[in-house]
């Protein structure tokens, strides 16, 4: 990933990513944060409110916009000034979401961004739209992001497997020399049998 410092931002440029909302994402960012309303997970509850079924979280779309400013535009390195959202229409499970966030004004007297905000489902329909003024990096950022959550735990999870394996590996080259060794040697003559 890249920071970019103001002096590399200009009216216009943009950047987004799309996510999914599946249950399992979604049901982290629940317990991370705290937030269980039955109308996130309860299907009775919701049942009996205007959206019929849970909803997601309107959080979990916001933070796919800081996502986008802290990984792509402006990138590592920037700071939130401000952020002022409208939730335009729910976000159900399994929904496409993409966040798309555009530069509408430079302001590099004071090192801040304003960009226009807007999230949009898998049918283009706005679910989220706002604007955010924040600080970029004063200087080009470059950060190589270590693995970290699930990417860390697989990891570690699989290390006693790639041991195992590794060491599977060595025996079978040790064993294979051994019979490639045994081979070549040279036999000895069987004093008790006689060529004839």
């Not at 959550?149 to 294979?176: D, E, F, I, K, M």
Request: proline share 7%; net charge positive; with cysteine.
């Amino acid at each position: 990933m890249r920071g970019r410092p103001i002096q590399e931002i200009a009216v216009g440029d943009a950047a987004e990513l799309t996510r999914v909302a599946t249950p399992g994402d979604v049901a982290q960012f629940i317990d991370s944060v705290g937030d269980h309303n039955p109308i996130h997970q309860d299907h009775a509850y919701a049942a009996s409110t205007r959206f019929e079924k849970p909803i997601v979280p309107g959080m979990w779309t916001a933070s796919l916009l800081s996502t986008v400013l802290g990984t792509q535009l402006p990138g590592p390195g920037c700071v939130y000034v401000s952020l002022q959202i409208a939730f335009t229409r729910p976000v159900y499970f399994g929904d496409r979401i993409t966040a798309r966030v555009e530069v509408v004004e430079r302001l590099p007297d004071r090192n801040r961004v304003r960009l226009r905000a807007v999230c949009t489902n898998q049918e283009q329909q706005e679910v989220l739209t706002g604007e955010t003024l924040l600080s970029p990096s004063k200087q080009a950022i470059v950060y190589n992001r270590p693995e970290t959550g699930s990417a860390q735990v697989a990891h570690w999870a699989l290390q006693p497997t790639l041991w195992a394996a590794q060491a599977t590996s060595a025996w079978a080259r040790l064993g294979a020399a051994w019979v490639s060794a045994w081979r070549q040697e040279p036999r000895r003559p069987d004093s008790n049998h006689t060529r004839g």
